[in-house]
Structures are given as C-alpha cells and as structure tokens.
C-alpha cells in the first residue's frame, strides 16, 4: 500500500504561483509512474501532469503546458508540482496517483490516491 498526502494548496491570485507536495509513505514510489489530476466544482477529475518512475519523461494536459512543471525526488518520496502564471481556471483540488501504466493519463490507470489540496486562484 502506498499512502499519499497533498500539501502546498492556498488562495493565490491570477498570474501567482503556487508549489505542490505529495509526499508518500508506505512503499517507496521509485517504481511507479506518478500523476496529478484535478476536480474543479461541478466537473470531473481530470488529468494534469505525470512523470514516469526515473523522472526522465513527463506528461501534461495541453491545458497547463509551459505554466506547470511535474518532478519527483525518489529519495525522498516525493512528487511536487510547481505550477507558475496561474489562472482562474486553475481552480480545482489537486490530487496526487500512483500508478504503474506508463504514460497513461487515465484516472483508471492510477491505483493509489492522495486527498487533495485545495487551489484557489482569484481574478
């Protein structure tokens, strides 16, 4: 089993930036690819960044491209996502995933799950 927990989640307003933890515990998750998602109110959970178990190759939703960067510290265990020039839009609770499909940015993919953290970016 393999326990997540977000942290780093605040109000912040557009064009700020804000800087994610998940920190894990349990297993270590240098084997697994590792993802971020997020929900905003009244919309599904959707896809944001993963970065596979060397951290070499990462994934992002076109949506945050160039604004947020995904990077893990095995040795530590883990996951941060910094995320610069944020947007109204933006707003969500993060989640972090573990998962062992590479590449996938499928929730279905992702077996073990943080929380969240709540992002609040105001106009």
């Known amino acids: 089993q393999v326990q997540l927990v977000e942290s780093g989640g605040g109000l912040v307003q557009a064009g700020g930036s804000l800087r994610l933890s998940c920190a894990a515990s349990?297993?270590?998750?240098?084997?697994?690819?590792m993802g971020w998602f997020r929900q905003a109110p009244g919309k599904e959970r959707e896809f944001v960044a993963a970065?596979?178990?060397?951290?070499?190759?990462?994934n992002y939703a076109d949506s945050v491209k160039g604004r947020i960067t995904i990077s893990r510290d095995n040795a530590k265990n883990t996951v941060t996502l910094q995320m610069n020039s944020l947007k109204p839009e933006d707003t969500a609770v993060y989640y972090c995933?573990?998962?062992?499909?590479?590449?996938?940015?499928?929730?279905?993919?992702?077996?073990?799950w943080g929380k969240g953290t709540q992002v609040t970016v105001s106009s």
């Open positions: 349990g297993r270590t998750i240098s084997y697994y690819y």
């Open positions: 995933a573990a998962g062992t499909v590479y590449g996938s940015s499928m929730e279905r993919d992702y077996d073990y």
């Open positions: 970065v596979t178990s060397s951290g070499y190759s990462r």
